[in-house]
Nanobody
Framework: QVQLVESGGGLVQPGGSLRLSCAAS????????MNWYRQAPGKEREWVAS???????SYTDAVKGRFTISRDNAKNTVYLQMNSLKPEDTAVYYC???????WGQGTQVTVSS
């Protein structure tokens, strides 16, 4: 049974940082691409970042230079380091594995003074 569990969200002031984690189980984590998505209130879910099995990385333009995706295959975990956060980054952030069509429960990130 595939399971993705996000953690690390919270309330942070503009300009602050957060590190999200997604612990995966139930599949061969190292063999698969992993993704982060987010959904802001009243908006559709949008793709944020991806890291493939070879650690090739891509980002949506809105987060380039501020967010960093990484993975630790020994811990079956993918991370999203978020720096220079802006109010428009406020959203529920989801971990995703497209190959198994699996999603985590999401973790809330709120950027506000």
């Amino acid at each position: 049974q595939v399971q993705l569990v996000e953690s690390g969200g919270g309330l942070v002031q503009p300009g602050g940082s957060l590190r999200l984690s997604c612990a995966a189980s139930g599949f061969v984590f190292s063999a698969y691409d992993m993704n982060w998505y987010r959904q802001a209130p009243g908006k559709e879910r949008e793709w944020v970042a991806s890291i493939n099995w070879a650690r090739s990385i891509s980002y949506t333009d809105a987060v380039k230079g501020r967010f960093t995706i990484s993975r630790d295959n020994a811990k079956n975990t993918v991370y999203l380091q978020m720096n220079s956060l802006k109010p428009e980054d406020t959203a529920v952030y989801y971990c995703n594995n497209r190959a198994t069509n699996s999603w985590g429960q999401g973790t809330q990130v709120t950027v506000s003074s």
